[in-house]
């Protein structure tokens, strides 16, 4: 009688949480963007997969958090993502606007990238699939954003399943343990680095430099260097 009440316990408390399933199809399904309200307002970055070398290294390493909000553009189709990102415990925010054409989202500043939903199990989050050029390359990347503070060790688990369907390393995983940057999106004196209109304006030869240094494992040791001496 125990042991029927453990399995239909287990059975019962399985069903209850979100439908796991490990059919690829299913697990890398592209959703439709019908608007772009579902986009707007706060998000935290939980996980990121991507293919860009040496990403989940230097994002260990240096990152401490990333949040973002996104806002409206003018033009009924357009947003504007702004990104805080807490390195080595210095704030430096990028503003990216995006547009949004048939179910993707694009822009071209400060790197020209596409971008799709992906679906999710998790309902306080948005699965994005993109894809960001550097210098010569393409690279994809797969990023969780939530409202929550916390992701479920079962979200945490489907992301990974994409992630390997998707043939993407395994995530990253960002945590917010050490204090999100203030929101410096509205007034401009504050210690947040703003690195907008320096990476829009960066040469295109600086751009296919750092995608060369990222594909070498002495250029990322480079970077890596670079990075500690800003300590
Ligand atoms: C948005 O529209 C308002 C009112 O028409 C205008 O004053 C403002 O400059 C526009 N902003 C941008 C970024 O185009
Ligand atoms: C959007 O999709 C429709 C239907 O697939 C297609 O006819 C149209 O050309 C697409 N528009 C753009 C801007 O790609
Ligand atoms: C990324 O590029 C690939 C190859 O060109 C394409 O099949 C895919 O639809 C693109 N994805 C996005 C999100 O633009």
Not at 49 to 65: A, H, Q, R
Request: charged letters at 20%.
């Amino acid at each position: 009688m125990m042991l029927f009440l453990i399995l239909a316990f287990t059975f019962l408390s399985a069903g209850l949480s979100a439908p796991l399933t490990s059919d690829c199809d299913t697990l890398t399904q592209q959703v439709e963007i019908p608007s772009r309200d579902p986009l707007l307002g706060v998000w935290t970055f939980a996980l990121e997969s991507t293919d860009i070398p040496g990403s989940k290294l230097l994002l260990k390493m240096f990152v401490e958090n990333v949040w973002g909000k996104v806002f409206p553009a003018n033009e009924s189709d357009s947003i504007f993502v702004f990104q805080v990102q807490k390195i080595l415990g210095r704030c430096f925010s990028i503003t990216s606007k995006l547009t949004l054409v048939n179910n993707t989202l694009h822009t071209e500043h400060p790197l020209s990238a596409s971008e799709v939903l992906l679906r999710t199990s998790c309902s306080d989050c948005i699965l994005l699939l993109s894809n960001t050029t550097l210098g010569e390359s393409t690279y994809r990347t797969m990023q969780l954003l939530t409202r929550r503070p916390k992701l479920t060790s079962a979200e945490i688990d489907e992301f990974k399943r994409q992630a390997a369907c998707l043939n993407l390393p395994p995530p990253a995983i960002l945590t917010a343990n050490k204090g999100f940057c203030p929101d410096s999106s509205a007034s401009k004196d504050t210690e947040t680095t703003d690195l907008t209109s320096v990476l829009s304006q960066a040469n295109p030869e600086y751009m296919k430099i750092l995608d060369k240094l990222l594909s070498s494992q002495s250029g990322i040791k480079m970077i890596v260097d670079s990075m500690r001496n800003q300590k």
